[in-house]
Protein backbone atom coordinates (compact mmCIF):
# COMPACT_ATOMS: atom_id res chain seq x y z
CA UNK A 1 0.00 0.00 0.00
CA UNK A 2 2.92 2.22 0.89
CA UNK A 3 4.07 1.94 -2.44
CA UNK A 4 0.99 2.42 -4.39
CA UNK A 5 0.32 5.60 -2.49
CA UNK A 6 3.75 7.01 -3.27
CA UNK A 7 3.42 5.74 -7.09
CA UNK A 8 0.12 8.00 -6.67
CA UNK A 9 1.54 10.80 -4.89
CA UNK A 10 4.38 11.26 -7.55
CA UNK A 11 2.09 10.63 -10.51
CA UNK A 12 0.13 13.71 -9.29
CA UNK A 13 3.05 16.10 -8.93
CA UNK A 14 4.45 15.68 -12.19
CA UNK A 15 1.01 15.62 -13.65
CA UNK A 16 0.43 19.10 -12.13
CA UNK A 17 4.24 20.27 -13.45
CA UNK A 18 3.16 19.24 -16.85
CA UNK A 19 -0.08 21.11 -16.71
CA UNK A 20 1.42 24.18 -15.43
CA UNK A 21 4.68 24.10 -17.45
CA UNK A 22 3.91 22.92 -20.82
CA UNK A 23 -0.08 23.49 -21.31
CA UNK A 24 -0.77 25.42 -24.40
CA UNK A 25 -3.40 27.77 -23.18
CA UNK A 26 -1.89 30.24 -20.60
CA UNK A 27 -3.35 30.49 -17.40
CA UNK A 28 -5.08 33.76 -16.62
CA UNK A 29 -3.52 36.60 -14.62
CA UNK A 30 0.19 35.04 -14.75
CA UNK A 31 2.25 36.37 -13.58
CA UNK A 32 0.13 38.57 -11.54
CA UNK A 33 1.32 42.25 -10.50
CA UNK A 34 -0.54 40.95 -6.78
CA UNK A 35 1.32 40.76 -3.49
CA UNK A 36 -0.81 38.10 -1.03
CA UNK A 37 -1.27 34.40 -1.65
CA UNK A 38 -3.87 33.48 0.24
CA UNK A 39 -5.79 30.09 0.86
CA UNK A 40 -9.38 30.02 0.49
CA UNK A 41 -11.09 27.23 2.04
CA UNK A 42 -12.66 25.14 4.60
CA UNK A 43 -11.63 22.88 7.30
CA UNK A 44 -9.00 21.21 4.96
CA UNK A 45 -7.12 24.69 4.03
CA UNK A 46 -8.14 25.98 8.11
CA UNK A 47 -6.13 22.38 8.94
CA UNK A 48 -8.56 20.98 11.31
CA UNK A 49 -6.92 17.30 12.05
CA UNK A 50 -3.20 18.37 11.82
CA UNK A 51 -1.51 20.20 15.01
CA UNK A 52 -0.04 23.85 15.19
CA UNK A 53 2.33 25.03 12.16
CA UNK A 54 1.01 21.43 10.40
CA UNK A 55 -1.55 22.05 8.31
CA UNK A 56 -0.89 21.96 4.66
CA UNK A 57 -0.97 26.14 4.09
CA UNK A 58 1.87 26.18 6.64
CA UNK A 59 3.95 23.70 5.35
CA UNK A 60 3.90 25.15 2.09
CA UNK A 61 4.44 28.26 3.60
CA UNK A 62 7.74 27.28 4.66
CA UNK A 63 8.40 25.15 1.62
CA UNK A 64 7.98 28.02 -0.77
CA UNK A 65 9.72 30.26 1.10
CA UNK A 66 6.79 32.99 1.42
CA UNK A 67 4.03 34.04 3.77
CA UNK A 68 0.33 32.17 2.94
CA UNK A 69 -2.51 34.19 4.45
CA UNK A 70 -4.86 31.16 5.38
CA UNK A 71 -8.52 31.67 4.77
CA UNK A 72 -10.12 28.60 5.49
CA UNK A 73 -13.03 27.99 7.54
CA UNK A 74 -14.78 25.12 8.43
CA UNK A 75 -17.92 23.81 7.51
CA UNK A 76 -17.73 25.96 4.24
CA UNK A 77 -20.00 24.82 1.31
CA UNK A 78 -19.31 26.55 -1.86
CA UNK A 79 -22.09 28.91 -1.37
CA UNK A 80 -20.61 29.95 1.61
CA UNK A 81 -17.44 30.46 0.27
CA UNK A 82 -19.37 32.28 -2.44
CA UNK A 83 -20.91 34.80 0.50
CA UNK A 84 -17.33 35.72 2.37
CA UNK A 85 -15.75 37.05 -0.76
CA UNK A 86 -15.68 39.96 0.83
CA UNK A 87 -12.84 38.62 3.04
CA UNK A 88 -10.01 39.16 -0.02
CA UNK A 89 -10.78 43.22 -0.29
CA UNK A 90 -8.63 43.32 2.90
CA UNK A 91 -5.69 41.78 0.26
CA UNK A 92 -3.85 42.51 -3.41
CA UNK A 93 -4.26 38.82 -4.29
CA UNK A 94 -1.30 37.74 -6.30
CA UNK A 95 -2.47 33.92 -6.03
CA UNK A 96 -5.24 31.96 -4.40
CA UNK A 97 -5.15 28.83 -3.57
CA UNK A 98 -9.19 27.33 -3.96
CA UNK A 99 -10.05 24.14 -2.15
CA UNK A 100 -13.97 23.91 -1.65
CA UNK A 101 -16.76 21.45 -2.65
CA UNK A 102 -15.80 18.46 -0.05
CA UNK A 103 -18.88 19.88 2.37
CA UNK A 104 -21.11 20.13 -0.68
CA UNK A 105 -20.65 16.76 -1.69
CA UNK A 106 -21.30 15.50 2.46
CA UNK A 107 -24.64 17.77 2.15
CA UNK A 108 -25.52 16.66 -0.90
CA UNK A 109 -25.84 19.68 -2.30
CA UNK A 110 -26.65 19.39 -6.34
CA UNK A 111 -23.23 19.33 -8.72
CA UNK A 112 -24.59 21.84 -10.39
CA UNK A 113 -24.77 24.35 -7.97
CA UNK A 114 -21.29 23.69 -6.36
CA UNK A 115 -19.97 23.83 -9.81
CA UNK A 116 -21.88 26.96 -10.85
CA UNK A 117 -20.56 28.41 -7.33
CA UNK A 118 -16.96 27.66 -7.82
CA UNK A 119 -17.19 29.23 -11.42
CA UNK A 120 -18.14 32.44 -9.73
CA UNK A 121 -15.89 32.29 -6.97
CA UNK A 122 -12.78 31.88 -9.58
CA UNK A 123 -14.58 34.43 -11.55
CA UNK A 124 -14.46 37.17 -8.74
CA UNK A 125 -10.98 36.29 -7.49
CA UNK A 126 -9.64 36.70 -11.24
CA UNK A 127 -10.91 39.91 -11.80
CA UNK A 128 -8.83 41.40 -9.01
CA UNK A 129 -6.10 39.84 -10.91
CA UNK A 130 -4.77 37.14 -8.90
CA UNK A 131 -4.67 33.94 -10.13
CA UNK A 132 -6.45 30.79 -9.20
CA UNK A 133 -4.84 27.27 -8.26
CA UNK A 134 -8.06 25.04 -8.08
CA UNK A 135 -7.23 22.54 -6.29
CA UNK A 136 -9.47 19.30 -6.51
CA UNK A 137 -11.64 17.16 -4.34
CA UNK A 138 -13.38 13.92 -4.94
CA UNK A 139 -17.29 13.85 -4.91
CA UNK A 140 -17.85 9.86 -4.83
CA UNK A 141 -16.48 7.06 -3.16
CA UNK A 142 -16.80 4.61 -5.44
CA UNK A 143 -16.84 7.11 -8.64
CA UNK A 144 -15.57 10.38 -8.69
CA UNK A 145 -18.25 12.99 -9.96
CA UNK A 146 -16.13 15.66 -9.19
CA UNK A 147 -12.85 15.08 -11.31
CA UNK A 148 -14.14 15.93 -14.66
CA UNK A 149 -16.18 19.24 -13.39
CA UNK A 150 -13.11 20.15 -12.15
CA UNK A 151 -10.97 20.44 -14.96
CA UNK A 152 -13.77 21.96 -17.11
CA UNK A 153 -13.66 24.67 -14.60
CA UNK A 154 -9.77 24.40 -14.84
CA UNK A 155 -10.42 24.36 -19.14
CA UNK A 156 -12.90 27.14 -18.95
CA UNK A 157 -11.17 29.93 -16.44
CA UNK A 158 -7.19 29.07 -17.88
CA UNK A 159 -6.58 28.44 -13.89
CA UNK A 160 -3.09 26.20 -11.99
CA UNK A 161 -4.88 22.97 -10.79
CA UNK A 162 -4.07 19.97 -8.45
CA UNK A 163 -6.41 17.38 -9.03
CA UNK A 164 -7.76 15.45 -5.81
CA UNK A 165 -5.42 16.16 -3.33
CA UNK A 166 -6.97 13.73 -1.10
CA UNK A 167 -5.67 11.19 -3.80
CA UNK A 168 -4.83 8.05 -1.77
CA UNK A 169 -5.39 9.16 1.38
CA UNK A 170 -8.93 8.76 2.65
CA UNK A 171 -9.24 5.29 4.43
CA UNK A 172 -5.85 5.00 5.58
CA UNK A 173 -5.39 5.87 9.27
CA UNK A 174 -1.45 6.29 8.86
CA UNK A 175 -2.67 9.70 7.17
CA UNK A 176 -6.27 10.90 8.37
CA UNK A 177 -7.22 12.04 11.74
CA UNK A 178 -10.81 11.28 11.05
CA UNK A 179 -13.13 10.07 8.42
CA UNK A 180 -12.44 13.48 5.71
CA UNK A 181 -9.62 14.96 7.63
CA UNK A 182 -6.17 14.25 7.43
CA UNK A 183 -3.19 14.39 10.14
CA UNK A 184 -0.11 16.13 10.47
CA UNK A 185 1.09 13.37 7.74
CA UNK A 186 -1.24 13.59 5.51
CA UNK A 187 -1.13 16.95 5.08
CA UNK A 188 2.37 17.19 4.22
CA UNK A 189 1.77 14.84 1.28
CA UNK A 190 -1.07 17.43 0.23
CA UNK A 191 1.42 20.44 0.60
CA UNK A 192 3.91 18.16 -1.02
CA UNK A 193 1.28 17.92 -4.02
CA UNK A 194 0.43 21.27 -4.40
CA UNK A 195 4.39 22.73 -3.93
CA UNK A 196 5.72 22.49 -7.36
CA UNK A 197 2.62 23.88 -9.04
CA UNK A 198 2.55 26.83 -6.66
CA UNK A 199 6.15 27.70 -6.60
CA UNK A 200 5.94 28.10 -10.47
CA UNK A 201 3.43 30.60 -9.88
CA UNK A 202 4.87 33.02 -7.19
CA UNK A 203 8.35 32.53 -8.56
Known amino acids: MRYVLSGIAVLVVVGGIYLFFFRSTPITNYPSSGTDIIAFGDSLTAGTGSTAGHDYVSVLSQKI ?12 TTADGLARLSELDNYKPKVVLLLLGGNDYLKRVPKEETFSNLAKIIQNIQSRGAVVLLLGIRGGILHDNFASEFEKLRDTYHTAYVSNVLAGLLGDNRYMYDEVHPNDAGYAIIANRIA ?8
Open 65 to 76: GQPIINLGHAGD
Open 196 to 203: PVLQGLVN
